[in-house]
């Protein structure tokens, strides 16, 4: 049976060029500007709650301060890129080989970085069709041959369908667990299907950005899984942006399951990507466990009481596990974003067409989650 194929994201089109910038690779030219850090005139980030991005509303530990204050003096020399204390600490943790870690400035450019040691131009990677953006630039960027699956109608991915997209071209196989724009995750059976049903000629990657949060919630540890089941290549990238309040630090890691994939990353990105800040940081951080569960334990209750008041406006919230829920808001997203922005609340829509009533609201403060739902409750027309 064929799969179900969902074009889903669509890029917006292109303006007709005069005089084509033939100098550039075809599908490069006349793109639109795209930066979802910017801000706009008079919008100062003191006075704004930043509920878009799906970062950490706290300050990093003061650990991380006390380390990062100690490299200072250092900043005249590249940093050793490979961190090899942090790595050794993480092979320690997970079980992972040192040579098989390799880091990048965020995990999001890793993500290109991994995606291309498998596809270039043509090449066939299957994805679900329904996931964070920036893959969809992926693609488009590498001109990959995607086949994008639908996910389910409740927005969870479905793996019977995405490993049955597999074909004699395949080369990459990629989920996010726990999902962006959804928040939701796999259970255990379905990350085994994923890992067992791709076959060993496909890498399969799995983006964890999110994984402290899903660990919270008592979800599977697909690094485990992978390491005690899976036969064929694996990646799996995770991040410090998230559960360890270091978003502007960018720092991300690749685990591989060889050193041979490891080295074809490295390749694919550069030297003197990792900032001389970040290994101390992130051991800081690391050394300090009870801010870390800090984080996560204050995302989850803030996360429930946004569950909650979406609910009570009438919205229909997704079942995120992460630190954003996205809701159905029975109207125009765009509309929401703007009329949010007008009250100083950055909030995210979907940039998928089908889904043009979802909105994307990353956790706060407990007062952010209060302006929000209050804002909403304004804009809705229900306070
Ligand atoms: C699924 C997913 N992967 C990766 C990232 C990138 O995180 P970073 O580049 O900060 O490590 C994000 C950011 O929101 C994300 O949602």
Redesign the pocket.
Known sequence: MRPVISPGWTRPARPEMSGEATYLRHHLRGLDNWNPTATSAGEHLQQVRRMDL?ECPYPPSPKVQAAIEGVFARLNRYADGSCPELAARLSATTGVRVPNILFGP???QL?KCIIEISAGPGDNVVSPSLL?HRFHGIYEALEADATLVANRPDGSIDVAQLTRAIGNRTRMLVV?TPN?PTGMMLSEDELRHVILQTPDNVLLFV?E?YHEFAMHAGGPDALRMLQRERSGPWIVSR?F?KAYAL?GLRL?YAMCSSPEIANAVRLMSSTFVVSAFAEAAALAALDDPDYSTFIVEDTARERSRIIEGLRALGCEPMNSVTNFVSADVGRPGIDVVAAMRERGIRIARWAYPEYGNYIRVSMGAPEDTDAFLDALAEILGTS
């Open positions: 799906n965020g995990s999001t993500l964070w996010i962006n983006d950005a991040t942006s978003a991300g």
